[in-house]
């Protein structure tokens, strides 16, 4: 077992859709020590490595990290916005608009043990989440991808969210689900 995850990866190994759902390219690599705290969005409530939905490459920190207030900043600011509803914090962090195929989930993953990652602000690719589903394993895109939700202004489009892409995690040996929340009933 490699003592970190991704270890030798760079920015240059990146497949083309990865680099292009970064704003302007701005990806930077950091390093993620064990037992950072993840969340994506899924129609499932777990993920399984060995299973064809995989585990999700594209994250967000469950906590504030750098730019990205966190998984409970997103929720308080979502009931305090247009619609109340606390599936609304995932409407800045899509990297694609219209509605997310079932995105009911926040997963909570924590890193077993360090992992490089490539961090940065999504760039919103305009594209349907059929198309952004079919280019990503797990029905996770674009970060915790989600849904431009009801109620939440067309300038949305403007806001910016943050993402993780980290290739390559193993539900065995790298990351391990510590919760989930139903957005449904946040």
Known sequence: MDA????????????SYVRRSFKNGSLKQVRLPAGTLLFTVSRKANFNGN????????????????NDPGFDARVAA?????????QDIFSDLSAFFGKHPGGR??????LKRPAYAFFGPIRRQNKSAAQINAATSGGSA?????????????????????????????????????KKHDLMNL
């Open 78 to 86: 979502a009931k305090k916005g247009p619609s109340g509803a606390a």
């Open 142 to 178: 674009g970060g915790a991808a989600a849904n431009t939700a009801p109620g939440v202004a067309a300038s949305s489009a403007n806001l910016i969210g943050f993402q993780f892409y980290i290739p390559g995690l193993d539900g065995e040996k790298d990351i391990v689900r510590v």
């Open 4 to 15: 970190e995850v991704n270890a030798n990866t760079n920015k240059g190994d990146l497949p």
């Open 105 to 110: 989930y926040a997963i909570v993953g924590k």
């Open 51 to 66: 299973t064809a939905d995989g585990v999700p490459s594209f994250w967000s920190p469950y906590k504030k990290y750098k």
